[in-house]
């Protein structure tokens, strides 16, 4: 069936550094793929995404890279900062009965240490 | 109004009780989604409405019940649950234009089953 897989499951870096979470789908048709990130005890944030005739996309510290042929897509956040500390889900796009569904990867832990 | 607004936002109950949670938006969104969190777990999805119909049942059992009563609205009516189906319990919502959107998810419902 569709699966995402998500790496790393947990990220530690120092502050300032960069960030850098690998996804992985299964499904070529996939054609958008959003990032959320879940803070603890909160809902889950769209932070950026990427449409399949897209390579890259930023927004100020975070940008989002695809690559169709390998169906590889990656998050990478720059200049960290102790409030991007939160878990991180990838999603991609399944068209299901006329309507579309996310299926989620598995998360990153980010922990960034001041 | 940029919000989806979910109601309670903490809901403890036995099993032989009925309840319902509730999910509102005002963003003109016409698909609507139901999610279950378990901690440190991606949402993994329930059920899609898409302009008031149900398009797509995950195969959730029967003691979950959705309805959509009009664009704005989004139910989930509980019965007979068990202490498994603890949970946090997410709406969100998109567009539905025919290409995938990302979700505004609400702030959920923690739901303990005792």
Known sequence: GENVEQHPSTLSV???????IKCTYSDSASNYFPWYKQELGKRPQLIIDI???VGEKKDQRIAVTLNKTAKHFSLHITETQPEDSAVYFCAASI??????KYIFGTGTRLKVLA | DTEVTQTPKHLVMGMTNKKSLKCEQHMGHRAMYWYKQKAKKPPELMFVYSYE???INES???RFSPECPNSSLLNLHLHALQPEDSALYLCASSQDKGEPYGYTFGSGTRLTVV
């Open chain 1, 51 to 53: 449409r399949s005739n």
């Open chain 2, 60 to 62: 959730v059992p029967s």
């Open chain 1, 95 to 100: 068209k299901a009965s006329g309507t579309y």
């Open chain 2, 53 to 55: 119909k149900l398009s």
């Open chain 1, 14 to 20: 120092q502050e300032g550094d960069s960030a850098v």
